[in-house]
């Protein structure tokens, strides 16, 4: 999966678990040293349905899912004017997981000046080799290394150690690992489209990209992207990852609740939802308001706690994407529940696509597309670990 010219647009394919969405890019920035995401402009958008074909983020229905993907590519394909070769592409599966573990690396011989190959197994020494979590032993695979700070001789924190000089590289990094059958089996679907798999995302980290700018990250920020029926949760501090997890509940799980409470179809419940209680079936506004809101805040309470339990001190910031983000009065309950400032954001930082910001269900995608372009201005080494 390496990465592919700098000059060529970037496409992101978001296999989601009601429509795979694709977005096609081109990077506006020349290419530099820094880590920051280049800027971005969007040369087209498309989706497609896929239906039951897809179930809490895994491909359940391979043939309709390439279908999917093909026509979800072929709309870019045609408003762009480009054939798409290759594309980054998301993982939102729930069977993902996530550390943060710590690594040392001897840098060899006295006091030399320290160099990318150094900087890269100090990395790697931070995934564990014997025993470790269950989860990164087989059936499992690594998905990504990222690192979150290096530390030379016990010095202070960096994001780069490069240049320094010093006998012992110290790195915290973010680990995330996926079944291998499933990563195999979103790399054969993709192929199957007649796409290239460029490069597989963990889901939060895509979202992430896709509606934080530079300052949101550095500064801390907690990211939900809440889908049909997942929720990426993506914790940012000090401009990276610090921690990434996934949810079994989304949009589909309020329209349950509601076809619960009124005796109805899920199709009737999901259609009074989004009419907000209209046709077909009459359902009092009061009622609609407090089962979304009861399932609301069951879930977002389970995310707060869980992030509490991982990570004790939040970020005062919480930004909310994805398609069931547009729930109504979604982000007085999270205010209620995080205590913090809360903003539903879609897409930033773009060129193109004027309406595309309001579009909060392209948020993985545009992201995929900014971080593939930000590892195309990497150097390789690093792109490696990333």
Known sequence: MGVSSRRSPVCGIDIGSDRVRTVLARVRDSPTETGEPPSLEILAIGQAESGDSVRYGEVVRQREVIQAVRDAVAEIERAAGVEVGSALVSVGSRTLRSINSWGTFSVPGPRRRIGESDAYRAVMAAVPRDGGPAWLRPPYELLHALPQEFRVDDGDATDDPVGWTGEKIACRVHLVSCPGAGL???????????????????????????????????????????????????????????????????????????????????????????????????????????????????????????????????????????????????????????????????????????????????????????????????????????
């Open 184 to 386: 195999r089996g979103l790399e054969e679907t993709v192929n199957g489209a007649g796409i290239r798999s460029e490069r597989l995302l963990a889901a939060p980290l895509a979202a992430g990209y896709g509606v934080l700018d530079p300052a949101d990250r550095r500064e801390g920020v907690i990211v939900l992207d809440i889908g049909a029926m997942t929720t990426a949760i993506a914790v940012f501090r000090r401009g990276v990852l610090w921690h990434s997890d996934l949810m079994q509940s989304g949009g589909r799980a309020c329209t349950r609740d509601l076809a619960a409470v009124l005796g109805t179809s899920f199709v009737h419940a999901e259609r009074a939802k989004v009419s907000g209680g209209g046709h077909p079936m009459r359902c009092p506004p009061e009622l609609l308001a407090d089962v979304l809101r009861r399932r609301a805040e069951r879930d977002l309470t389970e995310v707060r706690d869980r992030l509490r339990r991982g990570l004790g001190d939040l970020p005062g910031t919480v930004v909310l994407t994805g398609g069931g983000a547009n729930l109504g009065g979604l982000s007085d309950v999270a205010r209620r529940v995080f205590g913090g400032d809360v903003e539903i954001r879609g897409p930033r930082e773009l060129v193109g696509h004027r309406d595309l910001p309001s579009r909060l269900p392209f948020a993985t995608a545009v992201g995929l597309c900014r971080y593939g372009a930000s590892l195309r201005r990497r150097r390789p080494r690093s792109a490696a670990w990333a």
